[in-house]
């Protein structure tokens, strides 16, 4: 069964800093590109970034570009996320997902198909 | 950014009624779309993916179709556990994007 846990949440100060860390079980992790993707209070899902299977190739929206980053360590199973210089806007739910792609047999689509319970991160001072 | 409209909003439905949620993307994503449920304080789950192929587990009264910029989510017997949010995203290009949500109510 495939289990995503992410950890890390909490209140923190604008302009501080916080890592989210996500730990997978139940699949070979190092097989799959990961993501975060977060959700504001009472409001819709924002995809955050994405890192590839093995770590090469990262994407960031453009909110959170130059303050954020995804990483993974193959051997633990975990995915991250260190985020710096955090806004009020940045107060969400992160859940940690795994990514899949479909292809249509022109182009390649991504998804995602299993996510974790989320974990809640408030930035107020 | 591809942009991702859904309609409607919000809406009710009784026992075994028929319901169809819209998405309609700003620019062609092809078959790039994939359809979540998301029930109060528990995260999204991935109903569809590529427009209208089923994720294995979920009930097949639940069905996808469209392609261009126009899809839609189909409930063929609304049942009481379908109660939730539905959101529709592009998986196409960088930013994915989904739409704002449907709520969906038992009547």
């Known amino acids: 069964e495939v289990q995503l846990v992410e950890s890390g949440g909490g209140l923190v100060q604008p302009g501080r800093s916080m890592k989210l860390s996500c730990a997978a079980s139940?699949?070979?992790?190092?097989?799959?590109?990961m993501a975060w993707v977060r959700q504001a209070p009472t409001k819709g899902l924002e995809w955050v970034a994405t890192?590839?299977?093995?770590?090469?190739?990262?994407y960031y929206r453009d909110s959170v570009k130059g303050r954020f980053t995804i990483s993974r360590d193959n051997a633990k199973s975990t995915l991250y996320l260190q985020m710096n210089s955090l806004r009020s806007e940045d107060t969400a739910t992160y859940y940690c997902?795994?990514?899949?792609?479909?292809?249509?047999?022109?182009?390649?689509?991504?998804?995602?198909?299993?996510w974790g319970p989320g974990t809640m991160v408030t930035v107020s001072s | 950014d591809i942009q991702m409209t859904q309609s409607p909003a919000s809406l009710s439905a009784s026992l075994g009624e028929t319901v169809t949620i819209q998405c309609r993307a700003s620019?062609?994503?092809?078959?790039?779309l994939a359809w979540y449920q998301q029930k109060p304080g528990k995260s999204p789950q991935l109903l569809i993916y590529?427009?209208?192929s089923l994720q294995d587990g979920v009930p097949s009264r639940f069905s996808g179709s469209g392609s261009g910029t126009q899809y839609s989510l189909k409930i063929s017997s609304m049942q009481t556990e379908d109660e939730g949010v539905y959101f529709c995203?592009?998986?196409?290009?960088?930013?994915?994007?989904f739409g704002a949500g449907t709520k969906l109510e038992l009547k």
């Open positions: 997902t795994r990514v899949e792609d479909y292809y249509d047999g022109t182009y390649y689509y991504w998804y995602f198909d299993f």
């Open positions: 139940g699949f070979t992790f190092s097989n799959y590109g």
């Open positions: 890192i590839s299977y093995d770590g090469s190739s990262t």
């Open positions: 620019e062609d994503i092809y078959s790039g």
């Open positions: 590529g427009a209208s």
């Open positions: 995203q592009q998986g196409l290009k960088y930013p994915y994007t």
